[in-house]
């Protein structure tokens, strides 16, 4: 294992000064106000003291609620997890032994395969180059009998790809077929721009479906989130909470009990029109797969590895990470549009013109 890429650009970020900084995937709005009155409110009640270890039966229920009207299915059980991070290491430590391996995909989300690894398991990537679209040739070249997890990310870090509803009922049939449990991590499906996810534990049973509000509602640092579906696993994953991290912060999950159901619509429209900003300049030099969700762009210049260009746009101080922290190759590198719309112009024009510099052999232009 390494440490992660990502945090090693936040960890650069705090050392420049005014960089233009679209690397960290984080909202640049800031907690609703609700939310801020609502924890403020829970810890000065004194609800500061543990919860359960699956979370308060009053959250949960909220989540198996969202699950049937907003998701489409009906969830044995729910729990509540210290971010969505935290339900992904629950996830893998309940549902891999050593020596089993895990199906990626690739690019991933950088947890995914480092997972694995603490877990004494082989990550195994399944391909979405070029076009980030998932295939059931790319699962049959990843498959082997040791496969038990099939991770799916809808919509996806670092990509910006929505998978189809063929492509997850594709992916359900396949790990039925193989007897595997599919991880859904479905963190980002407030952001999207067309194509609205599908969760696919609306096709298969055997599927753990993960969420949170860090993203939704800018609670990054709140570290709240969920998971949902098989009463088997559910336990398991409980079990290891226990043991790990005991339970979610307390007052964030009354604070995020009480604001829920807040209408997140303007700020998905928000972040539709930061995706069209960045869109249209980086397509002034750049390869790029329109992102259809998250909050990320997947850009490329041919010829150029994502690890060099990475480099010398922190030389004209924009930050961005470099594709091969998130994938075996080092052809892209990941833009987060996650900044106010003065950051992304900035940003993108700097990149821009630093891709026209390279392709004139160093000049500036």
Not at 240 to 265: K, Y
Not at 294 to 300: C, E, G, I, L, Q
Not at 323 to 342: I, K, N, P, Q, Y
């Amino acid at each position: 294992m390494d440490a992660s890429g990502i945090r090693k650009v936040f960890d650069l970020a705090s050392r420049l000064r005014d960089p233009i900084d679209l690397s960290i995937g984080q909202p640049d709005f800031d907690v609703p106000e609700p939310a801020k009155a609502a924890l403020e409110a829970a810890v000065r009640r004194g609800q500061n003291r543990y919860t359960p270890s699956a979370g308060l039966v009053e959250l949960r229920e909220a989540v198996r609620r969202r699950c049937r009207t907003r998701l489409g299915f009906e969830p044995e059980d729910a729990m509540i997890t210290s971010g969505t991070s935290g339900g992904l290491t629950l996830a893998f430590l309940a549902t891999l032994d050593p020596g089993d391996e895990a199906l990626v995909p690739d690019p991933y989300f950088v947890s995914y395969r480092q997972l694995a690894l603490m877990c004494g398991a082989v990550p195994r990537f399944y391909e979405l180059y070029p076009d980030f679209r998932l295939s059931r040739e790319s699962l049959e070249r990843a498959w082997t009998p040791r496969a038990k997890v099939l991770v799916l990310n809808s919509p996806a870090n670092p990509t910006g790809a929505v998978l189809s509803e063929d492509e997850v009922r594709l992916a359900c049939e396949f790990a039925r077929e193989r007897g595997m449990v599919v991880v859904s991590d479905e963190v980002y499906d407030s952001f999207w721009y067309g194509l609205r996810p599908v969760s696919p534990a609306r096709f298969y049973e055997r599927t753990l479906t993960l969420g949170g509000w860090s993203k939704s509602h800018a609670m990054t640092g709140w570290r709240c989130g969920w998971a949902a579906g098989p009463a088997e696993l559910l336990r398991e994953m409980v079990k290891l909470q226990q043991f790990t991290f005991v339970c979610a912060p307390a007052p964030v999950q009354r604070a995020v009990l009480e604001t829920i159901d807040l209408d997140t619509e303007r700020v998905r429209l928000a972040y539709r029109a930061k995706r069209d900003i960045a869109c249209s300049i980086l397509r002034e030099a750049f390869e790029l797969a329109t992102p259809e969700g998250a909050f990320y762009a997947f850009p490329s210049l041919r010829g150029v590895p994502g690890a060099s260009l990475a480099a010398k746009a922190v030389e004209r101080g924009v930050l961005v990470i470099p594709g091969g922290v998130f994938s075996a190759r080092d052809t892209h590198f990941r833009l987060s549009f996650a900044a106010t719309d003065e950051t992304i112009r900035r940003g993108c024009r700097e990149l821009v013109a630093l891709a026209r510099e390279l392709a004139s052999g160093g000049r500036a232009v």
